[in-house]
């Protein structure tokens, strides 16, 4: 395995330290994994703390930054952040507004930011939690963790990020990315599985010739396994896998998202397949990011998240941003 | 009678067969989840060491709760809240006392153990580490070494289960076959215990 890494100890600092000397717009605590836009805390405004693994990058820190989040906590290689970092977080970007945790539904994720929820509490910090569960391929059952928080956190992030940026209240800033979670949708397909640093193998075997349907973003297997299948055919798949779980009533955001080692060139054509699957089902599309948004380090695939926006949330994906990873209007 | 000095062997006993066993049980891992549970129980384990020589806790309650609190700011994942609130528990019920004996131990490991299960909401037959866990507090009451042979038994007994809980829950019917990483890690925790005791005569 190569990789373009020092030693897999330090990767996470490592890249901390790069991206801090790229984005002089971001406040990057690389000791304490930290990272948080250079203004903060705004006053009046909720504060917005997001984080999870790293390996997923963008994913978090790429979305901090004006209209977004507040601040993000990269954990070690799809290793949930600690509590420390969260609580930590949330001081630095609270302005007596509150701060809103955004957390996808791992249970790492969801045990350490309740952990975290507590310290910030203690501290007199008001803390609301948005818990991202949007991946159909996951059974939400009694006895299941529930389901996997994958592409919605971006319109979570965004949507309620904007929110916070109009100076919402947090119980507002709460409701809006609970609503946004609840009417998002994703399904991902891997070509590949991916290497995290520490094992320098791939987490998965995944032979030639095969792909593997309903992954999430950890490199983890997925629902079932098929023959490798054309493009259209995934496009038909997954587009049907989500709408099958929530049949659509508004225009739609789509996030055709790239896993991490497919090229724009591979995800471009998917899209088109995906936007012929809505066409044919009579989904209209108001909006559509394609790109490497949500990745899972150097795996091969795409996943597919709609979410169903109504003016309110329309209004508020158009709001103006300005981050390393999504910015417009700014 | 066991003393914190017994207690802190027994963490630095754990950091040393964690440091051994790491690759296999991130292999176990990688079979079912996403192939850290190794490197990050090590990463706790050695801060748990180096924050206990540094601090020098003068209580059995003092060296556990300092070790959970010191696992939950290292690993992250879900291994760190759950395995740091076993031990910031189970320290919490042991209380100011300078020396504890063996059942007074059992009881309050049982209590560590019912934190972790309301915590991962895990019951017994989840394919989580509770299935090492409450079977070796059910055997501590006849010995260290029978709580031994029922944490590595009941990690054993994890292969032919589904996953309910955790990472490998996403798995369903796949996750069968595979011996559990936390139980396995538990085991080696229990293991632990048991060697130090024996070390000590206990």
């Given at each position: 395995m190569r990789m373009l890494i020092n030693v897999p100890e330090t990767v996470v600092a490592d890249a901390l330290r790069g991206f801090a000397a790229a984005y002089p717009d971001l406040t990057v605590d690389v000791e304490n994994r930290v990272i948080v836009?250079?203004?903060?805390?705004?006053?009046g405004q909720v504060g917005l703390v997001s984080g999870g693994g790293?390996?997923?990058?963008?994913?978090h820190g790429g979305f901090v930054g004006p209209g977004m989040l507040s601040a993000a906590c990269p954990g070690e290689v799809f290793t949930s952040p600690v509590p420390d970092q969260m609580a930590r977080a949330a001081a630095a970007v609270d302005s007596g507004a509150g701060v809103l945790f955004v957390v996808k539904n791992y249970t790492g994720d969801v045990l350490n930011f309740d952990m975290a929820a507590e310290l910030a509490e203690d501290e007199g910090i008001q803390i609301a939690k948005v818990l991202v569960d949007d991946d159909v391929a996951v059974t939400d059952s009694l006895?299941?963790?529930?389901r996997r928080g994958t592409g919605a956190t971006l319109f979570v992030e965004k949507i309620a990020g904007a929110a916070a940026a109009e100076g919402q209240p947090l119980e507002r800033v709460e409701a809006i990315g609970r609503k946004v979670n609840e009417n998002s949708r994703s399904f991902g397909v891997a070509l590949s599985a991916c290497t995290t640093p520490a094992k320098g193998s791939p987490t998965f075997d995944l032979p030639d010739g095969e792909l593997e349907l309903?992954?999430?973003?950890?490199?983890e297997p997925g629902r079932e396994r098929r023959p490798m299948m054309t493009s259209g055919e995934i496009a038909d798949f997954a587009v049907n896998a989500v709408l099958e779980d929530m049949p659509p009533r508004d225009p739609v955001l789509l996030l055709v998202n790239?896993?991490?080692?497919?090229?724009l060139l591979e995800l471009y054509g998917f899209h088109a397949e995906v936007q012929r699957v809505l066409r044919e089902r009579g989904v209209s599309v108001a909006r559509t990011l394609v790109g490497?948004?949500?990745?899972?380090?150097?795996?091969?695939g795409a996943s597919v998240t709609l979410c169903q926006a109504d003016e309110e949330l329309l209004r508020l994906w158009d709001a103006p941003v300005r981050t390393p990873a999504l910015r417009w209007g700014m | 009678m066991l003393d914190a000095d017994f207690f802190r062997r027994w963490m630095t006993a754990t950091a040393a067969s964690v440091d051994r066993e790491a690759e296999r049980l991130t292999a176990l891992d990688s079979?079912?989840?996403?192939?850290?549970h190794g490197s990050n129980l090590q990463r706790g384990f050695t801060a748990v060491t180096a924050v206990l020589e540094k601090e020098?806790?003068?209580t059995p309650g003092a060296v556990l709760t300092l070790a959970g609190r010191q696992l939950i700011s290292t690993?992250?994942?879900?291994s760190g809240p759950l395995y740091g609130t076993l031990l910031r528990r189970t320290g919490k019920a042991l209380g100011d006392a300078a020396e504890v004996g063996t059942e007074r131990l059992a009881e309050a490991l049982r209590a560590g153990v019912d934190g972790v299960m309301t915590l991962g909401g895990a019951a017994p037959g989840?394919?989580?580490?509770i299935d090492a866990l409450v079977p070796a507090v059910d055997a501590l009451a006849t010995g260290f070494a029978a709580a031994r042979a029922a944490a590595e038994e009941g990690a054993q007994a994890t292969t032919p289960l589904q996953a309910r809980?955790?990472?490998?829950?996403?798995?369903g019917e796949r996750s069968i076959g595979h011996q559990d990483p936390g139980a396995t890690s538990s085991a080696l925790l229990i293991a632990a215990l048991a060697d130090t005791a024996e070390a000590d005569g206990e």
């Open positions: 836009r250079r203004d903060a805390p705004v006053a790293s390996g997923h990058e963008p994913l006895y299941t963790a529930g309903g992954i999430g973003i950890h490199g790239g896993l991490g080692a497919t090229p490497n948004y949500v990745t899972s380090l150097d795996m091969a | 079979a079912i989840g996403d192939a850290d020098a806790p003068q690993v992250g994942g879900a989840d394919k989580t580490m809980k955790g990472r490998a829950s996403y798995l």
